[in-house]
């Protein structure tokens, strides 16, 4: 039994949920976000909810019922507050900035490498003097994406941590030379 699947998602007031055969379409203060659901799913709207309803029992119809949940879910609450991930420079010279809506990081390369936002809805920040870079947008597959290329451009290295890394994220150090210990 879906946990997951079966709790209902309660539509904010400002959000508005159309259906149009199986594409879903939800638009809110922050932008609008389409998506495709399987044939199987059925989807209610009533009374400011919108529910999940599965077919069978069968293993794939669970495993449907929760994704589906969980994809609606995601784009009532990006329309309605949008999300945000926290990434640290961290390293001497490392640095992040602005350029218009392209975030350029100067991370030890001979060249600067550009980012720019994938899609209109998307925006970078950069705080703290360059070493705090804030990746927004509405779709939460993005914003996850984008944060993951960004981090992958200079990742941290275990020896002295220098690189990319998302906020509060450990990374295990490991101890250098024998003789410098």
Same mark, same amino acid.
């Given at each position: 039994?879906?946990?997951?699947?079966?709790?209902?998602?309660?539509?904010?007031?400002?959000?508005?949920?159309s259906m149009d055969g199986q594409?879903?379409?939800?638009?809110?203060?922050?932008?609008?976000?389409?998506?495709?659901?399987?044939?199987?799913?059925?989807?209610?709207?009533?009374?400011?909810?919108?529910?999940?309803?599965?077919?069978?029992?069968?293993?794939?119809?669970?495993?449907?019922?929760?994704?589906?949940?969980?994809?609606?879910?995601?784009?009532?609450?990006?329309?309605?507050?949008?999300?945000?991930?926290?990434?640290?420079?961290?390293?001497?010279?490392?640095?992040?900035?602005m350029k218009g809506t392209t975030?350029?990081?100067?991370?030890?390369?001979?060249?600067?490498?550009?980012?720019? &936002? /994938?899609? @209109?809805?998307?925006?970078?920040?950069?705080?703290?003097? %360059?070493?705090? *870079?804030?990746? #927004?947008?509405?779709?939460?597959?993005?914003?996850?994406?984008?944060?993951?290329?960004?981090?992958?451009?200079? &990742? /941290?290295? @275990?020896?002295?941590?220098?690189?990319?890394?998302?906020? %509060?994220?450990? *990374?295990?150090? #490991?101890?250098?030379?024998?003789?410098?210990?």
């Amino acid at each position: 039994m879906s946990r997951i699947g079966n709790a209902p998602i309660t539509i904010p007031s400002g959000v508005n949920v159309s259906m149009d055969g199986q594409t879903v379409t939800v638009k809110g203060k922050g932008g609008s976000l389409s998506q495709i659901v399987h044939p199987d799913m059925k989807i209610v709207q009533d009374s400011g909810e919108l529910r999940v309803e599965r077919p069978t029992d069968q293993k794939h119809h669970r495993a449907l019922h929760g994704l589906t949940r969980s994809l609606l879910n995601n784009m009532v609450e990006g329309v309605s507050n949008g999300f945000e991930k926290k990434l640290e420079v961290e390293g001497v010279g490392y640095r992040a900035e602005m350029k218009g809506t392209t975030l350029v990081l100067n991370v030890g390369y001979s060249h600067p490498v550009d980012v720019a &936002p /994938p899609t @209109p809805e998307t925006s970078f920040d950069v705080q703290d003097r %360059g070493k705090t *870079i804030f990746v #927004k947008g509405i779709d939460k597959q993005i914003v996850g994406e984008i944060s993951a290329y960004i981090r992958k451009q200079r &990742p /941290p290295e @275990p020896y002295k941590g220098k690189g990319i890394r998302y906020a %509060g994220e450990h *990374i295990r150090r #490991k101890a250098g030379k024998a003789g410098k210990v």
